[in-house]
């Protein structure tokens, strides 16, 4: 059994790579999507804010249905709604009249799967009967980052060989994956989900002080990760001196790796560290690295920044998920699909608050990396919070 437990793990293992497949991959068909359809770049910057609108809306309402559903129903529609995104996108645009409402469906259908993925892959983890979840928990998270650089790089190979006049084919090969874990997820045990007594509502957590601190967390989180994340094509393109494309593969695939580096590192040697610890040094080195960005004017030295940035915010998602968890352990679904809402959230926040104040500037980018730098400080005043309220006993 508890080899059958370690494939249910596996399992979400793969549906994080599932997941970085349709965040990674489809938006490196931007361009050719514009040229093969004729659509506008500002018209195909539609489908960034339609998958993210759909994945909140998937994020709040799963708190409500997927408990109802069941988790096996749920994590299997959503491998097979992310393969059928992916099918839909080689698809709808040349049979329906509109080629971006095609592009459109393809992506809400997509970004529904993603959504269920993100809410659903921690919670099945952690039910599951193994040790050292927090170790688990990162592990699993750094999955996501091994994926995505994964998808980046054989994806821009097999362009390299083949053309992108062949995305079509590429994109049916990726479908693969979440189709395959989808037959797995239906063979695996996965715990038995606890009945709705004694169980949180959403409600009586949104009512929970401590559930607030956790959630600001995580918007600090996604704030800080894609503050500098969004931002890192840039960088490289400055410090390595290479073109916009080498530079928009160069940038994230370096802070994603750093990041898995340092989710793997967790993931390995979890239980010889302190978690508390492990975060506090983190956050300290994060807000270090934005400082770096952000006061030193040499490209390369900013190149560096970005991928400290990575090593040293891997922790802070899966690390939050982690606490809260072990935490409000009668929050279940609800908590992981409200922490993921509030994660989401960070994502766009980050970013926008960057280019806000960079704007602001004269287009001043190390300007508005310094102001975002609030972001990993928010972060350790919410850690701080969390570990006071234990010594004290409160939680």
């Not at 390995?268 to 610890?277: E, P, R």
Request: glycine share 8%; with cysteine.
């Amino acid at each position: 059994m508890k080899k059958n437990y370690n494939a249910t793990v596996f399992s979400c293992f793969v549906g994080f790579v599932s997941q970085a497949i349709v965040v990674g991959y489809v938006p490196l068909l931007f361009l050719t999507f514009s040229k093969t359809y004729n659509i506008p770049l500002e018209k195909i910057t539609l489908l960034i804010t339609v998958n993210f609108v759909t994945q909140l809306i998937v994020d709040f309402l799963s708190a409500k249905f997927v408990d109802k559903i069941g988790y096996r129903t749920s994590i299997i529609a959503a491998h097979l709604f992310a393969a059928l995104g992916l099918v839909g996108l080689t698809i709808l645009p040349e049979i329906l009249p509109s080629k971006l409402s095609g592009l459109l469906i393809s992506v809400i259908i997509y970004a529904i799967g993603s959504g269920l993925l993100e809410v659903l892959a921690s919670p099945i983890a952690m039910s599951c009967p193994i040790k050292n979840k927090e170790k688990a928990m990162s592990m699993l998270h750094s999955f996501y980052c091994w994926g995505y650089v994964g998808v980046v790089l054989l994806s821009t190979v097999f362009f390299h060989f083949f053309g992108t006049d062949n995305w079509k084919v590429l994109t049916l090969l990726w479908t693969i994956i979440p189709l395959l874990n989808s037959i797995s997820f239906s063979i695996v045990p996965i715990p038995e989900q606890e009945s709705g007594h004694g169980r949180l509502s959403l409600k009586e957590l949104f009512s929970t002080k401590i559930f607030w601190i956790f959630a600001i967390m995580m918007m600090a989180s996604g704030a800080s990760e894609l503050a500098v994340g969004q931002w890192s094509s840039a960088f490289a393109e400055q410090g390595l001196k290479v073109s916009k494309t080498v530079g928009d593969l160069a940038g994230p695939m370096a802070f994603s790796f750093f990041q898995g580096l340092s989710r793997w590192f967790y993931g390995k040697f979890g239980d010889k560290i302190d978690l508390d610890k492990f975060m506090t040094f983190s956050g300290i080195l994060c807000v270090i690295s934005y400082l770096i960005i952000a006061l030193v004017k040499i490209p390369v030295i900013g190149m560096i920044g970005c991928s400290i940035c990575g090593l040293s915010i891997g922790i802070m998602w899966p690390g939050t998920y982690s606490k809260a968890s072990d935490t409000m352990k009668s929050a279940s679904t609800a908590l992981f699909a409200m922490l993921a809402l509030s994660g989401d959230l960070g994502c766009t926040l980050g970013p926008t608050v960057a280019g806000f104040v960079s704007g602001a500037f004269n287009d001043n980018l190390h300007i508005g990396i310094l102001a975002a730098a609030i972001f990993p400080v928010i972060l350790l005043i919410g850690l701080f919070l969390i570990n006071r309220l234990k010594k004290k006993q409160i939680i």
